[in-house]
C-alpha cells in the first residue's frame, strides 16, 4: 500500500460520535509533548496546569453532548450521574481557576 493510498483510507473513514474526543485527547497529549520538550523553561507550571485543566474541562463538556447524541440515537433512557459528574467537574474547574489566580498574583508580588 503506498502513501496516497493510505491517506484516501485515512481520510475516507466515517467520524463516529466519539471520534471527536480523541482527536481532542490526541491534540492534549500532543500539547502535553510539546510543552515537556521545548516549552518547560518558557511557561510557568501553573499557567500550563491552567490551560491544560481548561482543556480537560472542554473534552468533558463535549463527552457529556456526545453521550446524549447516542442516548438519543439508540433510544435508551440516559442517567443523571453523568450530568452530575460535569457539574463537579466544572466547579472543581472554577475552584482550579481561583487557586491559580492567586498563586500568579503572589508570584507576581514577589
Not at 500539547?31 to 511557561?43: A, G, H, P, S
Given at each position: 500500500?503506498?502513501?496516497?493510498?493510505?491517506?484516501?483510507?485515512?481520510?475516507?473513514?466515517?467520524?463516529?460520535?466519539?471520534?471527536?474526543?480523541?482527536?481532542?485527547?490526541?491534540?492534549?497529549?500532543?500539547?502535553?509533548?510539546?510543552?515537556?520538550?521545548?516549552?518547560?523553561?518558557?511557561?510557568?507550571?501553573?499557567?500550563?496546569?491552567?490551560?491544560?485543566?481548561?482543556?480537560i474541562?472542554?473534552i468533558?463538556?463535549?463527552?457529556?453532548?456526545?453521550?446524549?447524541?447516542?442516548?438519543?440515537?439508540?433510544?435508551?433512557?440516559?442517567?443523571?450521574?453523568?450530568?452530575?459528574?460535569?457539574?463537579?467537574?466544572?466547579?472543581?474547574?472554577?475552584?482550579?481557576?481561583?487557586?491559580?489566580?492567586?498563586?500568579?498574583?503572589?508570584?507576581?508580588?514577589?
Amino acid at each position: 500500500m503506498d502513501t496516497q493510498q493510505w491517506l484516501d483510507s485515512f481520510v475516507n473513514k466515517p467520524f463516529t460520535e466519539l471520534t471527536l474526543i480523541f482527536v481532542l485527547l490526541l491534540v492534549l497529549m500532543i500539547i502535553n509533548f510539546v510543552y515537556i520538550t521545548f516549552l518547560k523553561e518558557k511557561i510557568s507550571l501553573v499557567k500550563y496546569l491552567a490551560f491544560n485543566s481548561s482543556f480537560i474541562m472542554l473534552i468533558c463538556v463535549v463527552l457529556l453532548f456526545k453521550t446524549g447524541v447516542i442516548i438519543d440515537k439508540f433510544a435508551m433512557s440516559g442517567e443523571g450521574i453523568d450530568t452530575d459528574l460535569v457539574i463537579g467537574a466544572i466547579i472543581v474547574f472554577c475552584m482550579q481557576i481561583i487557586f491559580f489566580k492567586k498563586i500568579t498574583n503572589k508570584t507576581n508580588n514577589s
